[in-house]
């Protein structure tokens, strides 16, 4: 049987103060909230680093496609109890505290305690864009891996829900995902183009030494 995983984000603040905003599938265990990062992560090293972690609950989906498409920086507020921050965006917002670190040489698991919860606006219900934001987010985030098909397939697919549920933030989120698709294929072209021309000249090269 498969663990059931939230898709949230954390926020997380370095030693020198600088926020960090990732989002992050967690499980729950009870009360705790298990967090698994891939090594490196700046979320683990900041964890590290002072103990602490804020989980945010967002419907606003533009915070996973902006992180797989270069945009970080979000409005943020102070943390109530921790050393933290979490995002203004959050719906409900969770301070953590590192219970218990079981290393790993790729992916460590993370038991989180609560420390202090507090909920900002009610969760409205299931919307089909926002699931396919989270998708094409995870589609994105993963370009230099899966065949350009398949992520064809799979963005036309998640394309209907935008189409016929969307608002204005999904929409946004979504044009910044098909642009990262287009400039994915863009520069593989590119180098593909470079690569085919180098290896056309290599005769000429060798007759000319
Ligand atoms: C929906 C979604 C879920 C993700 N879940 C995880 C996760 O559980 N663990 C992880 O390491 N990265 C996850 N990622 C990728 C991270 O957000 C991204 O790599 C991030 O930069 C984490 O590394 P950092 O801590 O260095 O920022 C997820 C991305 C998306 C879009």
């Not at 065949?147 to 910044?176: C, F, N, R, S």
């Not at 990262?180 to 590119?190: K, N």
Request: hydrophobic share 45%; aromatic share 6%.
């Amino acid at each position: 049987m498969n663990d059931v995983i939230y898709e949230t984000v954390i926020s997380t603040v370095a030693s020198d103060g600088t926020p960090h905003v990732a989002p992050m599938g967690v499980r729950y265990r009870g009360a705790d909230v298990i967090l698994m990062p891939f090594k490196p992560s700046t979320t683990l090293a900041n964890i590290i680093g002072n103990r602490h972690a804020v989980l945010n609950i967002v419907a606003d989906t533009r915070v996973f496609a902006g992180a797989v498409t270069g945009r970080r920086s979000w409005p943020l507020r102070p943390a109530e109890r921790i050393d933290g921050v979490r995002l203004s965006c959050a719906l409900d917002h969770v301070e953590l505290e590192l219970a218990e670190l079981s290393d790993d040489p790729q992916r460590p698991v993370l038991r989180m305690a609560r420390v202090f919860e507090a909920r900002h606006a009610p969760y409205i219900g299931f919307n089909r864009a926002q699931a396919a934001v989270i998708e094409g987010a995870i589609l994105v985030s993963r370009l230099r891996m899966l065949p350009a098909e398949k992520v064809d397939a799979e963005m036309a697919y998640l394309q209907i829900a935008i189409d016929k549920t969307a608002g204005p933030e999904e929409h946004e989120a979504w044009g910044w995902l098909t642009e990262a698709v287009a400039r994915h294929r863009a520069t593989a072209q590119a180098s593909a183009q470079a690569s085919t021309q180098a290896s056309t000249q290599e005769p000429t090269r060798e007759k000319q030494t």
